[in-house]
């Protein structure tokens, strides 16, 4: 994202200064670079730590995983870099990656014998900073030390953000705090990203003076104060300001939290999702890959899972996605890519939104599923206030109902990209998103790209509104809905799409199949990420008509341009403008979309069944906002219906096909209908 | 003096070695590892792969053993020598490694068994010339001395 870029740049300033005299021996530098190897093969690792010595690195070498973990905890800052075979007898090498992620953020590097894209991709989700195919050369060595400069770097950044509190958020995060404020209003979050950038940059610049942080290692008691925390909160109003009050440890700032939330984020999705998709994105939110799926697979009984598994998302999305999540600079546009290719496959866990380099996802998928629960919409306020403003902020709910909903949501597949692996629902999205022809679909697929945005493609596919015909789609949109976004889903399937944003993208409205974002809402708050399907809403928009065909929507997430700014900021929630609304198909879909939000309200409120009136108020007042007069009349015909209890896939989408004539249950996922997204202010 | 004949016809088993497709660029690198430090380095690190992977190549042979075959687990068995026969650059036996990986991948059993013969052919061949290297390496001494004109 730019904004990254931007802050880079400053960062780059302050961090290489503040470098050199932090470091005794940064004159020698590289050289006395403290690496950890481990190996379980004797062979290797007796080659490995020559050439390192050769290289002038002070080497540790332990040959088993769990070894390597006690050494690191034991010696906290003792170590610079850590390398480590993928495969070993006693941990697998992702795992240990993770741990030491979460617990110590130190760079990682994998290595391996094994040269397959899918592998190198699960190392990409996984966080890892780089990955080296065996036999290792020497050359290949003597480089490693850039990624611990790299990652001081963004360290710094993190710092300099500190003083914008919102914007550093979002940027430091990505995709952690969903950051709709801005982009929502237009729809077009690329400009409003814009907007946020410079501000951003204005605030980085302020903040320059803060830096230098020392480190934070996160030790198990701390981390464990911060799970208490965010688990208090509740996962989608977890923010790092919050959680920093709760926590209440002196010294730990604003920035050390919020980058430990997103990499939790990561973790969490990933756990709920992993079976599924190695290449999760990072982004917490929604990773696309795997992680979320899991879930899915309940929602529609599409092939959620098999979107998942079919990864779809290009490699290079994913890897896009996955430098997003990293904080890379690329994040933003790797996001709708690859939700433009998966289409159908919106395994939106593919989109691994890391942004913010959300490596690892520590959370737990339960904890977040809790969390998303409660919490109506993911999305932080600030995100809903973007909805409001543009459609797109269905699209957000939709993104975060999913997450709650994102087990039935089959089109949760965004909301499972939430953040939390639980909901696959995402996958929902994945085969019908692919959007129709020039449907919304684009809905769904810029969710996938953020994983989310799956989810929302998906609704496109319910074409609920989109004039009949594409319900046919959207109810296999619905599934395909679920938007592998990385909704943590996991229990909601229900999605309560339906409540999604019918309003603003025609696809989305169609949402009714959405059951899944139910619960999604609560979890797409974490990993707003999926707002990225937001975008796709906003083409759903235009495809309206055809769009819910959702078939193809996978992803119609042809909203790249949003996507990319979904990425980053979770905007894409807005800009899905779900509002797009304009669309709302809602006319006679609506009904259905309601019926299959059910699962789409997401943002907690939907969970509960009660909460899908609450959804629909909101919604309703999303609508309003976001211009979606049509929206509301979805929510209205169906508030009754808006989650009924979190509706099984088949619910929903029999509940939608049998509203919309013709239109084929959309239900799934995009129930986008009642975005219920948590923070949609009522 | 002496050393240099010695030094000449290590040069001539090593250059056969790698002509022979026995070694890749691998094995180079160990060599370039190899200093005053460490000056049997090479020897150190091929005497420890083949202890260890003997150990890889027994549980390979037993897995064959039972029948049906656990390609899955062949398979990992097989990544791990592979792995290790790679860092060394003995690359024939990383070939039949390779070969081997494919054919349990497709769950051909056959094709599975004739190339693990024919990677122990190759494996027990790499060691026996490599040994026989090594003894001339020592004999050799280090280079240093050996090439130093007098």
Same mark, same amino acid.
């Given at each position: 994202?730019?904004?990254?870029?931007?802050?880079?740049?400053? &960062?780059?300033?302050?961090?290489?200064?503040?470098?050199?005299?932090?470091?005794?021996?940064?004159?020698?530098?590289?050289?006395?670079?403290?690496?950890?190897?481990?190996?379980?093969?004797?062979?290797?690792?007796?080659?490995?730590?020559?050439?390192?010595?050769?290289?002038?690195?002070?080497?540790?070498?332990?040959?088993?995983?769990?070894?390597?973990?006690?050494?690191?905890?034991?010696?906290?800052?003792?170590?610079?870099?850590?390398?480590?075979?993928?495969?070993?007898?006693?941990?697998?090498?992702?795992?240990?990656?993770?741990?030491?992620?979460?617990?110590?953020?130190?760079?990682?590097?994998?290595?391996?014998?094994?040269?397959?894209?899918?592998?190198?991709?699960?190392?990409?989700? @996984?966080?890892?900073?780089?990955?080296?195919?065996?036999?290792?050369?020497?050359?290949?060595?003597?480089?490693?030390?850039?990624?611990?400069?790299?990652?001081?770097?963004?360290?710094?950044?993190?710092?300099?953000?500190?003083?914008?509190?919102?914007?550093?958020?979002?940027?430091?995060?990505?995709?952690?705090?969903?950051?709709?404020?801005?982009?929502?209003?237009?729809?077009?979050?690329?400009?409003?990203?814009?907007?946020?950038?410079?501000?951003?940059?204005?605030?980085?610049?302020?903040?320059?003076?803060?830096?230098?942080?020392?480190?934070?290692?996160? *030790?198990?008691?701390?981390?464990?104060?911060?799970?208490?925390?965010?688990?208090?909160?509740?996962?989608?109003?977890?923010?790092?300001?919050?959680?920093?009050?709760?926590?209440?440890?002196?010294?730990?700032?604003?920035?050390?939290?919020?980058?430990?939330?997103?990499?939790?984020?990561?973790?969490?999705?990933?756990?709920?999702?992993?079976?599924?998709?190695?290449?999760?994105?990072?982004?917490?939110?929604?990773?696309?890959?795997?992680?979320?799926?899991?879930?899915?697979?309940?929602?529609?009984?599409?092939?959620?899972?098999?979107?998942?598994?079919?990864?779809?998302?290009?490699?290079?999305?994913?890897?896009?996605?996955?430098?997003?999540?990293?904080?890379?600079?690329?994040?933003?546009? &790797?996001?709708?890519?690859?939700?433009?290719?998966?289409?159908?496959?919106?395994?939106?866990?593919?989109?691994?939104?890391?942004?913010?380099?959300?490596?690892?996802?520590?959370?737990?998928?339960?904890?977040?599923?809790?969390?998303?629960?409660?919490?109506?919409?993911?999305?932080?306020?600030?995100?809903?206030?973007?909805?409001?403003?543009?459609?797109?902020?269905?699209?957000?709910?939709?993104?975060?109902?999913?997450?709650?909903?994102?087990?039935?949501?089959?089109?949760?597949?965004?909301?499972?990209?939430?953040?939390?692996?639980?909901?696959?629902?995402?996958?929902?999205?994945?085969?019908?998103?692919?959007?129709?022809?020039?449907?919304?679909?684009?809905?769904?697929?810029?969710?996938?790209?953020?994983?989310?945005?799956?989810?929302?493609?998906?609704?496109?596919?319910?074409?609920?509104?989109?004039?009949?015909?594409?319900?046919?789609?959207?109810?296999?949109?619905?599934?395909?809905?679920?938007?592998?976004?990385?909704?943590?889903?996991?229990?909601? *399937?229900?999605?309560?799409?339906?409540?999604?944003?019918?309003?603003?993208?025609?696809?989305?409205?169609?949402?009714?199949?959405?059951?899944?974002?139910?619960?999604?809402?609560?979890?797409?708050?974490?990993?707003?990420?999926?707002?990225?399907?937001?975008?796709?809403?906003?083409?759903?928009?235009? @495809?309206?008509?055809? *769009?819910?065909?959702?078939?193809?929507?996978?992803?119609?997430?042809?909203?790249?341009?949003?996507?990319?700014?979904?990425?980053?900021?979770?905007?894409?929630?807005?800009?899905?403008?779900?509002?797009?609304?304009?669309?709302?198909?809602?006319?006679?879909?609506?009904?259905?979309?309601?019926?299959?939000?059910?699962?789409?309200?997401?943002?907690?409120?939907?969970?509960?069944?009660?909460?899908?009136?609450?959804?629909?108020?909101?919604?309703?007042?999303?609508?309003?906002?976001?211009?979606?007069?049509?929206?509301?009349?979805?929510?209205?015909?169906?508030?009754?219906?808006?989650?009924?209890?979190?509706?099984?896939?088949?619910?929903?989408?029999?509940?939608?096909?049998?509203?919309?004539?013709?239109?084929?249950?959309?239900?799934?996922?995009?129930?986008?209908?009642?975005?219920?997204?948590?923070?949609?202010?009522? | 003096?002496?050393?240099?004949?010695?030094?000449?016809?290590?040069?001539?088993?090593?250059?056969?070695?790698?002509?022979?497709?026995?070694?890749?660029?691998?094995?180079?690198?160990?060599?370039?590892?190899?200093?005053?430090?460490?000056?049997?380095?090479?020897?150190?690190?091929?005497?420890?792969?083949?202890?260890?992977?003997?150990?890889?190549?027994?549980?390979?042979?037993?897995?064959?053993?039972?029948?049906?075959?656990?390609?899955?687990?062949?398979?990992?068995?097989?990544?791990?020598?592979?792995?290790?026969?790679?860092?060394?650059?003995?690359?024939?036996?990383?070939?039949?490694?390779?070969?081997?990986?494919?054919?349990?991948?497709?769950?051909?059993?056959?094709?599975?068994?004739?190339?693990?013969?024919?990677?122990?052919?190759?494996?027990?061949?790499?060691?026996?010339?490599?040994?026989?290297?090594?003894?001339?390496?020592?004999?050799?001494?280090?280079?240093?001395?050996?090439?130093?004109?007098?």
């Amino acid at each position: 994202m730019n904004f990254s870029c931007g802050r880079g740049a400053m &960062s780059i300033t302050s961090s290489s200064a503040a470098w050199k005299p932090a470091d005794a021996v940064a004159d020698q530098f590289p050289a006395g670079l403290r690496v950890l190897v481990v190996d379980d093969d004797p062979t290797c690792l007796m080659i490995l730590e020559k050439m390192l010595r050769t290289c002038l690195y002070e080497v540790t070498k332990c040959n088993r995983a769990e070894t390597a973990l006690s050494i690191l905890r034991e010696n906290k800052n003792g170590f610079d870099v850590v390398i480590s075979d993928v495969h070993m007898p006693d941990m697998d090498g992702f795992k240990l990656l993770e741990h030491i992620g979460l617990e110590m953020d130190l760079p990682v590097i994998m290595m391996s014998a094994d040269d397959g894209k899918h592998v190198v991709m699960k190392g990409v989700t @996984h966080g890892a900073c780089d990955y080296l195919i065996k036999p290792v050369r020497i050359e290949a060595l003597k480089n490693i030390w850039q990624h611990v400069v790299r990652k001081r770097k963004n360290e710094w950044k993190e710092f300099e953000q500190s003083g914008s509190v919102e914007e550093g958020d979002r940027q430091l995060k990505q995709s952690e705090d969903a950051d709709y404020s801005s982009s929502a209003n237009e729809g077009n979050w690329r400009g409003s990203k814009k907007r946020k950038d410079d501000e951003e940059e204005t605030d980085e610049r302020d903040d320059t003076s803060t830096l230098k942080k020392p480190r934070v290692v996160w *030790s198990v008691e701390l981390h464990q104060q911060f799970v208490a925390a965010v688990n208090q909160l509740g996962i989608d109003k977890a923010v790092p300001k919050k959680i920093l009050e709760m926590m209440n440890v002196p010294g730990l700032t604003r920035e050390n939290v919020a980058s430990h939330l997103q990499k939790y984020r990561l973790y969490l999705r990933r756990l709920s999702g992993v079976s599924q998709h190695q290449s999760n994105l990072n982004p917490p939110f929604i990773s696309p890959q795997g992680a979320t799926f899991g879930p899915l697979s309940s929602l529609n009984g599409l092939d959620l899972q098999a979107l998942a598994a079919t990864g779809q998302l290009p490699t290079q999305s994913l890897a896009r996605l996955q430098a997003a999540g990293l904080g890379r600079p690329t994040a933003k546009s &790797s996001i709708p890519m690859t939700l433009v290719d998966q289409r159908n496959t919106f395994s939106f866990e593919n989109p691994k939104l890391r942004f913010g380099g959300q490596q690892q996802q520590h959370m737990n998928n339960k904890q977040q599923i809790n969390l998303l629960h409660g919490i109506p919409t993911n999305m932080e306020p600030k995100q809903l206030d973007n909805l409001q403003h543009s459609g797109q902020s269905i699209g957000n709910m939709n993104m975060q109902v999913a997450s709650h909903g994102a087990q039935n949501n089959q089109n949760n597949s965004l909301l499972m990209q939430m953040g939390q692996p639980q909901s696959r629902g995402q996958v929902l999205g994945d085969t019908t998103v692919s959007q129709s022809p020039g449907h919304p679909s684009s809905m769904g697929q810029p969710i996938l790209s953020n994983g989310m945005a799956a989810n929302f493609a998906s609704r496109n596919g319910i074409p609920e509104n989109i004039g009949g015909p594409s319900y046919n789609t959207v109810s296999q949109a619905s599934s395909t809905l679920n938007l592998p976004l990385n909704f943590p889903m996991n229990h909601a *399937s229900e999605l309560p799409g339906n409540s999604f944003p019918l309003e603003s993208t025609p696809g989305i409205s169609s949402f009714s199949s959405k059951g899944v974002f139910q619960d999604v809402s609560s979890e797409i708050k974490g990993s707003v990420g999926f707002m990225l399907g937001y975008d796709i809403f906003n083409d759903l928009n235009q @495809h309206k008509t055809q *769009s819910w065909e959702l078939q193809n929507v996978g992803m119609t997430f042809d909203a790249p341009q949003h996507s990319s700014s979904l990425q980053d900021d979770l905007h894409i929630m807005q800009s899905v403008s779900v509002q797009q609304g304009s669309t709302v198909q809602m006319n006679g879909h609506n009904r259905s979309a309601a019926i299959a939000s059910k699962a789409m309200f997401s943002a907690g409120d939907i969970k509960e069944h009660g909460n899908a009136q609450n959804v629909n108020q909101h919604l309703n007042n999303l609508v309003d906002n976001a211009r979606r007069v049509k929206s509301e009349r979805i929510y209205d015909t169906s508030p009754a219906n808006l989650f009924p209890d979190h509706f099984g896939q088949e619910d929903l989408m029999s509940a939608l096909l049998k509203q919309q004539d013709g239109i084929g249950p959309t239900e799934n996922e995009f129930d986008f209908d009642g975005y219920s997204i948590d923070n949609i202010p009522v | 003096m002496e050393r240099n004949p010695m030094r000449r016809q290590l040069q001539v088993m090593r250059k056969s070695l790698f002509d022979q497709g026995y070694l890749d660029e691998q094995f180079v690198q160990l060599e370039e590892l190899q200093d005053d430090a460490n000056p049997n380095f090479v020897e150190e690190v091929v005497t420890l792969y083949f202890r260890d992977s003997a150990r890889l190549i027994l549980n390979i042979e037993q897995a064959l053993e039972r029948k049906p075959f656990d390609f899955n687990k062949l398979d990992g068995y097989m990544h791990q020598f592979k792995g290790s026969s790679s860092s060394i650059g003995a690359k024939r036996v990383k070939a039949e490694s390779t070969l081997f990986r494919e054919y349990c991948k497709s769950g051909n059993g056959e094709g599975c068994m004739r190339t693990f013969q024919q990677l122990k052919k190759e494996y027990a061949t790499l060691r026996k010339k490599l040994e026989a290297y090594f003894q001339v390496a020592r004999q050799a001494g280090p280079m240093e001395t050996a090439c130093r004109p007098k």
